[in-house]
């Protein structure tokens, strides 16, 4: 595991920086960075949610607390770990990306991607490390366009739709269910004493905190979409 958080914190900055010798642009080498990082969570979490080339989560999925998945450490946990850790130091000194809501999304993801470190979330992380990035390639491809001057092109108004229904579908259904299970389960075990107090508060505040956030962006994209209807 300290292999790959080495190989990982070293791994997202190297993509940025070739990204930027090759473009010679921050923002572009930045989206293509997270392009790369989304697809892979995105990849990890579909072949994990599904159990795809043998796979095998049994463990986490009888416990999706306590479980433990050397798949869900080594392709979703550590990646996002250090993933969110340089996003977050990108977005704070790089004025474009400086918002309160992103930095509070990357920050807080970062300390629940280190909690699932302890065999914590194995299972769930599948979900919301893996299954939820699948809306953000769609939106980082967005991005590239966008600055590529290219917003006319068929693949950006294709991309638009596909961030939209798998946002809404993702991250404002999916998400809010699988967050009150989360929280119910983990009462329960908080509640038996299985449960650190420390984990239990850290975990359902965050988890919160996340929600919240998913369901503020998911208003904004249905605002956006009925003012294009109009």
């Known amino acids: ?41 995105a990849s990890a979490g579909i072949i994990g949610w599904f159990e795809l080339f043998g796979v095998d989560i049994s463990d ?56 699932g470190l302890d065999s914590f979330l194995h299972y769930w992380a599948i979900y919301f490390f893996g299954i939820t ?27 638009r739709t596909l961030f939209a229904i798998t946002f809404l579908w993702i991250r404002v259904l999916c998400w809010p269910y699988y967050y009150i299970i989360c929280v119910f389960q983990a009462t329960q075990y908080y509640i038996d004493g299985s449960l650190y107090p420390t984990y239990y508060y850290i975990f359902t505040s965050i988890s919160t905190a996340l929600t919240m956030l998913q369901l503020l962006w998911g208003y904004k994209i249905i605002k956006n979409i009925t003012k294009r209807v109009e």
């Open 133 to 159: 990035e699948i809306s953000s390639v769609p939106l980082t491809i967005m991005a590239i366009i966008k600055l590529c001057n290219r917003c006319d092109y068929v693949l950006y108004k294709w991309c």
């Open 60 to 115: 986490a999925k009888v416990n999706p607390f306590f479980g433990h998945s050397d798949y869900v450490v080594n392709y979703m946990i550590v990646p996002l770990a250090m993933y969110q850790f340089w996003n977050s130091i990108f977005c704070m000194f790089h004025h474009n990306l400086r918002s309160f809501q992103t930095l509070t999304h990357h920050i807080l993801a970062f300390i629940l991607a280190l909690c």
């Open 1 to 41: 595991m300290y292999k790959l958080l080495v190989l990982w914190f070293c791994g997202v900055p190297s993509a940025y920086y070739i990204s930027y010798y090759l473009t010679k642009g921050d923002l572009l080498s930045y989206e293509i960075t997270c392009l790369l990082c989304n697809t892979h969570l």
